[in-house]
């Protein structure tokens, strides 16, 4: 989940670009207003540890992160806070103020579904834990070749089934909040072989042609001490 110090989000638009080695690169796109406060920028939680059963837990690789305006770089370190990495985005000798731009990029690994017949995408875009409205939310799911058949998306609180606009495309399905997501809200989504989900969460179902060397990672409860995400 993300969430952001003070201010308002006035869009997060997401992109994940599906590879053939079952990973997927991810580029968020927020635009957050600070108005007349300073701040040196924002957080980012996001959960890489999931409940899979009563006796393991699924662990979701991030590599690769990095952190722009757009153009020029910005300063950010990442740490775990199980369940959830924390990129902090902020600059120590920089305060800003008014709109601000972050586009956020990261490498996922471990994040697909794997089903007998077909994989699947679901992921959450926004994130839970946001204290602050999110005006707008928009996500795409570019898959490597043709053969996302079914998509789904959801907006609101936690658990909530209330759609959200979605439109199918076999390579490039694209989903977008229909209202502002109040604080504790998300999205998600999921693809016929690209599942999503946030507080706007993306579902869909399913790439036609499996995507090779997919796996799915569980580690038991008592492994959990010794692993480190990236």
């Known amino acids: 989940m993300r969430r952001m110090a003070a201010g308002e989000t006035r869009s997060f638009d997401v992109r994940y670009d599906l590879q053939t080695d079952g990973s997927f690169n ?6 957050v207003d600070f108005d007349a406060l300073e701040r040196h920028g ?12 009563d006796n393991s837990n699924r662990l979701i690789d991030v590599s690769d992160v ?7 770089a910005i300063p950010f370190e990442t740490s775990d806070t199980r369940p959830n990495m924390r990129i902090k985005v902020s600059d120590p000798d920089k305060l800003v103020s008014g709109r601000q731009r972050y586009v956020i990029s990261y490498t996922v690994h471990d994040g697909l579904n794997p089903f007998p017949d077909h994989d699947e995408l679901f992921w959450n875009v926004t994130g839970n834990d946001w204290p602050i409205t999110v005006e ?12 996302i058949e079914r998509i789904t998306c959801f907006q609101g609180p936690a658990g909530s089934t209330t759609p959200c606009a979605s439109s199918l495309d076999a390579t490039s399905p694209s989903f977008r909040a229909s209202a502002p997501m109040e ?4 999205s998600r989504s999921s693809s016929g072989c690209v599942r999503g989900s946030s507080r706007l969460a993306l579902r869909g179902s399913c790439l036609g042609d499996r995507i090779p060397e997919l796996r799915r990672l569980t ?7 010794g692993h480190s995400s990236k």
Do not use: H, Q
């Open 26 to 31: 991810v580029r968020e796109d927020l635009a």
């Open 42 to 53: 924002i957080f980012r939680d996001m959960p890489v540890e999931y409940k899979y059963d």
């Open 66 to 72: 990095w952190v722009t305006d757009g153009s020029a």
């Open 136 to 147: 707008g939310a928009s996500a795409t799911v570019v898959a490597p070749n043709p053969g």
């Open 183 to 186: 604080p504790g809200g998300d």
């Open 219 to 225: 580690i038991p409860l008592g492994r959990l001490g």
